[in-house]
T-cell receptor
């Protein structure tokens, strides 16, 4: 069953801690993305990667870091530098960057900072 | 880039009625306009999309219209059903940049 898997689904963090959200896809997609979703706002792009070992900042990259060592995996680290990290995080993938149109999303990870 | 404006933010209709959600964009070079549906607690999924060389596209009970002159596009859902209740997001694509609207929460009352 192909798709995108995010883990964990729920995560709690103390202030000052880094946390890493996992995103794995078996769709053989080249491009992967991380979005942040806050109530009343659209999806905002944090980082994206169109090929292994390459990634670019999105609109709200400050306080986040990513890696793309494998085609299937695009983990997101929320660092202590992110001032307001409590949010719902969505990972997505597509076949050739934004040009193909359709983004396939994971089920999301909800991060709460205590 | 500029955000996409989406209206209304909430919409409540009676089962069987139609629902219309409108989005406005600013860049005339935008050429691809998808709509995503996100049911409560689930992932967003593409339901319909339209490219700039087409004015209207239909898929059963849903349709999207595009007015390039006025720079707006709309989602139309006819004969609404309770399972249409969800948050709907519009988006526009331009030059490797995709922008999402803030979302519309549609509630279909049985």
């Amino acid at each position: 069953d192909g798709g995108i898997t995010q883990s964990p689904k729920y995560l709690f963090r103390k202030e000052g801690q880094n946390v890493t959200l996992s995103c794995e896809q078996n769709l053989n997609h080249d491009a992967m993305y991380w979005y942040r979703q806050d109530p009343g706002q659209g999806l905002r792009l944090i980082y994206y990667s169109q090929i292994v070992n390459d990634f670019q900042k999105g609109d709200i990259a400050e306080g986040y870091s990513v890696s793309r060592e494998k085609k299937e995996s695009f983990p997101l680290t929320v660092t202590s530098a992110q001032k307001n990290p409590t949010a719902f995080y969505l990972c997505a993938s597509s076949t050739q960057g934004f040009r193909t149109g359709e983004l396939f999303f994971g089920e999301g990870s909800r991060l709460t900072v205590l | 880039g500029e955000n996409v404006e989406q209206h209304p933010s909430t919409l409540s209709v009676q089962e069987g009625d139609s629902a219309v959600i409108k989005c406005t964009y600013s860049d005339s070079a935008s050429n691809y306009f998808p709509w995503y549906k996100q049911e409560l607690g689930k992932r967003p999924q593409l339901i319909i999309d339209i490219r700039s060389n087409v004015g209207e596209k239909k898929d059963q009970r849903i349709a999207v219209t595009l007015n390039k002159t006025a720079k707006h596009f709309s989602l139309h859902i006819t004969e609404t059903q309770p399972e249409d209740s969800a948050v709907y997001f519009c988006a526009e694509y331009n030059n490797n940049d995709m922008r999402f609207g803030a979302g519309t929460r549609l509630t279909v009352k049985p």
